[in-house]
């Protein structure tokens, strides 16, 4: 199971933190990252994080974006710093197994991941 949490309304320039817990799931190579989609817009791989503790982000959010694991190794954050209204979407929290990788892997493979209920984040000006 994947439960993701944290989202919410931000003002242009603002910061929410994003958190997803896995349990249940059980591999030894894996790919915890964080997708979204917007209204309208292609879904799009945001960051990533894999059981060596690479880490990728998408080009839109490098620099403002931190994808880190908890202590408990089950949980992952999604640092989001100064926050643009094209950063509003829905983000999915998502686990893929049989491989570590980054962001690209996990768009090229999301329909054979385990996927989040998803939660909003919505940037006013």
């Known amino acids: 199971q994947v439960a993701d949490f944290g989202g919410g309304p931000v003002q242009v320039g603002g910061s929410l933190r994003l958190s997803c817990v896995v349990s249940?799931?059980?591999?030894?190579?894996?790919?915890i990252g964080w997708m979204r989609q917007a209204p309208e817009k292609d879904r799009e791989g945001v960051a990533a994080?894999?059981?060596?503790?690479?880490?990728t982000y998408a080009d839109a959010v490098q620099g403002r974006f931190t994808i880190s694991k908890g202590t408990d190794k089950n949980t992952v954050h999604l640092e989001m710093n100064n926050l643009k209204l094209e950063d509003t979407a829905m983000y999915y929290c998502?686990?893929?197994?049989?491989?570590?990788?980054?962001?690209?892997?996990?768009?090229?493979?999301?329909?054979?991941?385990?996927w989040g209920q998803g939660t909003q984040v919505t940037v006013s000006s």
């Open positions: 994080i894999d059981n060596y503790d690479a880490i």
């Open positions: 249940g799931i059980t591999y030894d190579d894996y790919i």
């Open positions: 998502v686990v893929l197994g049989g491989a570590p990788g980054g962001v690209k892997r996990l768009v090229d493979f999301d329909e054979y991941a385990s």
